[in-house]
């Protein structure tokens, strides 16, 4: 299966000790998609990101090791944030209801 891994520009929302679903939600937009994960699994997605094996990584854009606030979505578009222990379901915003959607107000939002 494969992953999309978004982590974000901003330093407020990747270094939060404290991950909240909703501020990620609404922050999508400081987000970029930076690789492609192939693996079983969030967890393996996880480990992968962080130790290897780097065949198993499309990388997209320069990436740090996957970390607590990092967005990681499914092949169902389902949308999950890395907690401080696991991973949550993430709701997107209310106004979003699909990929294409999220895609689209993403670039609005980042003035593209």
Known sequence: MKYQVMQSKSSEVWASLMP?????ANSLHTYDLVATIEADNLDQV???GNIGPK???EQRLPMRSISVSDVIVDENSDYYF????????LSLPSKIKTHSELEAWIKL???E
């Open 46 to 48: 996880f480990e992968i």
């Open 55 to 57: 065949s198993k990584i």
């Open 109 to 111: 939002a980042q003035g």
């Open 82 to 89: 890395v907690d401080i222990v696991g991973f949550k379901k």
């Open 20 to 24: 909240n679903g909703e501020d990620i």
